[in-house]
């Protein structure tokens, strides 16, 4: 039940998109006019990877700060960013933990996960409420993600072979058909790698 209700307050929160290209990442989020904090944007995480979430501000704002003390603590440990994966599944035993301990309520949150690193390339994850993990190339969470994996669902094969530019276009043109037309309400962050080298850009309105 306490899932279930967690699940619910996601499904009822702002939208948040990722889109995975063959040349970067790109993230949307819906931002909300009664908070904007910076934990309701795109959040970077570490030197390779973005990450954004959608339900209770403050669940979000706990795991976010969570994500940090993960992401530094392997770097400080082996000199280098820690891979997308390992961190993926970290956090979604972190969040696993939550819906077996008696004292505890899961978290009210779900998360898009993107990054990059030398072994597998481009990456986009989503951890549940339940804590369970996925893969995607495109995905869509929150209150809009059904009008949004529609738009997705219509646009497949443009998905698979798109780049970081076709990505953007198509991210903003689902946005403003699904989320909102006032484009002041959204922030979008894309991620790519030039020659092993992160960069990580947040696009003005």
């Not at 996601?10 to 909300?32: A, H, P, Q, W």
């Not at 392997?74 to 035993?93: C, I, S």
């Not at 481009?122 to 190339?137: M, R």
């Amino acid at each position: 039940i306490q899932v279930s209700l967690a699940e619910k307050a996601v499904r009822c929160s702002r939208t948040v998109m990722g889109l995975k290209s063959e040349n970067g990442i790109l993230l949307i989020c819906s931002l909300d006019e009664a908070q904007r904090h910076s934990m309701n944007r795109v959040i970077q995480i570490s030197g390779n990877m973005i990450a954004a979430g959608t339900g209770f501000p403050g669940d979000i704002l706990f795991l976010m700060n969570k994500a940090h003390i993960i992401a530094d603590k392997y770097k400080l440990n082996f000199q280098q960013d820690m891979p997308l994966d390992e961190f993926v599944e970290e956090m979604a035993d972190l969040i696993s933990l939550n819906t077996i301990l008696k004292s505890a309520r899961p978290y009210r949150a779900c998360l898009i996960v993107a990054g990059w690193d030398v072994s597998a390339g481009y990456q986009v994850y989503v951890i549940n409420p339940d804590g369970q993990s996925s893969k995607w190339s495109a995905v869509a969470i929150g209150k809009d993600a059904v009008s949004c994996k529609s738009q997705h669902e219509k646009q497949v094969h443009t998905i698979q072979n798109m780049s970081l530019n076709m990505a953007k276009k198509l991210g903003v043109d689902i946005y403003l058909n699904t989320v909102s037309k006032d484009v002041n309400s959204m922030d979008m962050v894309w991620l790519k790698s030039v020659d092993n080298n992160i960069q990580v850009t947040r696009v003005s309105p």
